[in-house]
């Protein structure tokens, strides 16, 4: 089993910048990924990053390319997410996940979910 906990959200003005951050622990030996998802009000989850751990591929949705930065500590179970140049359509509430085994891809680095942490820009 795995746990994941989340900080860092808030509420900011659209151009601001915050970082989210995400700490993972129990089982996390054989965890092939970490990512970020989101899910803003009356719309579908959506992958937003991801990291592969097996050649630390970066992943970035098109929206938050140039925006957005990943980066991961050496034991692989801390990923913090930088937002910068917010803007209001990154309103969401932001989840951190990883999952454990095969690599699926971008956007199916889940199984294991964290609580969520908000992001409004306004």
């Known amino acids: 089993h795995v746990q994941l906990v989340e900080s860092g959200g808030g509420s900011v003005q659209a151009g601001g910048s915050l970082r989210l951050s995400c700490i993972a622990s129990g089982n996390t030996d054989n965890n092939v990924c970490m990512g970020w998802f989101r899910q803003a009000p009356g719309k579908a989850r959506e992958g937003v990053v991801t990291i592969y751990n097996g050649d630390f591929t970066t992943y970035y949705t098109d929206d938050v390319k140039g925006r957005f930065i990943l980066s991961q500590d050496d034991s692989k179970n801390t990923v913090d997410l930088q937002v910068n140049s917010l803007k209001s359509e990154d309103t969401a509430l932001y989840y951190c996940?990883?999952?454990?085994?095969?690599?699926?891809?971008?956007?199916?680095?889940?199984?294991?979910w964290g609580q969520g942490t908000q992001v409004t820009v306004s």
């Open positions: 996940a990883t999952y454990l085994g095969l690599w699926l891809g971008f956007g199916r680095c889940f199984g294991y």
